[in-house]
């Protein structure tokens, strides 16, 4: 069990543990989805996936099917049962999986987006959420950012939607000035951008790597790639300048890449800060104000004093967020993940960091 200061549900009552940045949960149904959708998207819904890149022995655990059958991740009362209820969640952030950043006509991803929002909206915020434990994040199709706008500003005012989230597959790096409707609707209801793989080289989404993959093991091991491009993307185009209240959170894309990334960017933009001068300070600078990165995949080397210089390294305190993946096949467990850390960097991960970033203490 993991040992925190205590947070309030909605119902009031005092809730304690760690904060999960990363668990997903799905409709039991395509007709779940389906039903919030009119036509003629209804009839042109065929459900989500990812092709070719799909695991193929099993994306999620094999212990985490719902003992009433069903997909993992779509029942509530077995999802706290082996969850919540096992490592004391505070707070599970939900993060569904609608893949729609994938589809050439930009009106039906928005509508997917859109009824993905009105489901969990009903459900996993409402329905299933009595003690406030779910929190929420808006799906938004980027490929069309101004319609990304509007759904932002649908559900800003929601109790439990907590953050935005799309997927790292795009067309063109985030940094680049026709995603903004998006990112000044974030900083006008500070709601953070969760940006998560899935779509990468997907439908009309360009692959990080160069060409295609070959197998899933190749495009899982690289899902970092695009995290990076976006993240020096949003810090030399000058978004952090431009909208200084806009929040990032990389979710699932590695950790241990950020230290080198930023020391070499820093370096570079030390001889070429010419080229930007709207980036007013060393890139580094911008991370503890504006990004935070989930803990899920961890890198853990055999040696556990490499992983802690690299969370030294990574300045895991202050922007590290634990994350466990579930009910994926990759899951991390709370009590497995890391090794002994040092309290108060225990503390910051599993709890205090996610708690500030999202405005939950």
Not at 37 to 56: I, K, L, T, V
Not at 324 to 353: C, G, V
Request: glycine residues 8%; proline residues 8%.
């Amino acid at each position: 069990m993991i040992a925190t200061q205590p947070q309030t549900g909605t119902s009031g009552t005092q809730r304690q543990g760690l904060i999960d940045c990363d668990v997903h949960v799905y409709p039991r149904s395509i007709d779940e989805i389906k039903q919030y959708m009119e036509m003629p998207w209804r009839a042109r819904y065929r459900g989500g996936g990812r092709g070719f890149f799909d695991n193929p022995v099993h994306g999620s655990r094999l212990d985490a099917v719902p003992p009433g059958g069903g997909p993992s991740g779509s029942d509530p009362d077995f999802l706290r049962e082996q969850l919540l209820d096992t490592f004391g969640h505070a707070y599970a952030i939900l993060l569904p999986r609608a893949f729609c950043n994938q589809h050439p006509d930009p009106d039906l991803g928005t509508a997917i987006a859109a009824a993905y929002n009105d489901w969990l909206a009903d459900t996993w915020l409402s329905k299933y959420n009595q003690d406030g434990v779910f929190k929420g994040s808006i799906t938004i199709a980027h490929q069309d950012p101004q319609a990304a706008a509007r759904e932002i500003e649908r559900w800003a005012d929601h109790p439990h939607f907590i953050q935005v989230m799309t997927d790292s597959g795009a067309r063109a790096h985030f940094g680049q000035r026709h995603y903004y409707p998006i990112y000044e609707m974030c900083e006008k209801y500070n709601l953070p951008l969760a940006i998560h793989p899935g779509t990468d080289g997907m439908g009309i989404n360009i692959q990080p790597s160069p060409g295609y993959p070959t197998h899933y093991i190749e495009w899982h091991t690289c899902l970092s790639l695009s995290f990076q491009a976006h993240l020096v993307s949003f810090i030399t185009e000058g978004v952090f300048e431009r909208f200084p209240g806009f929040k990032v959170v990389l979710v699932e894309g590695g950790v241990s890449w950020l230290p080198g990334l930023m020391w070499r960017l820093d370096a570079e933009w030390k001889a070429l800060r010419s080229e930007v001068p709207w980036v007013t300070k060393r890139p580094s600078e911008y991370l503890r104000d504006h990004v935070r990165i989930s803990s899920q995949p961890i890198e853990r080397p055999e040696d556990d004093k490499q992983l802690l210089a690299m969370l030294d390294m990574l300045d895991a305190e202050h922007l590290l967020m634990f994350a466990s993946d579930y009910p994926h096949w990759d899951f991390d467990s709370p009590t497995h993940a890391f090794p002994k850390l040092p309290q108060r960097m225990h503390d910051r991960i599993f709890r205090e960091n996610a708690a500030e970033f999202y405005g939950l203490s």
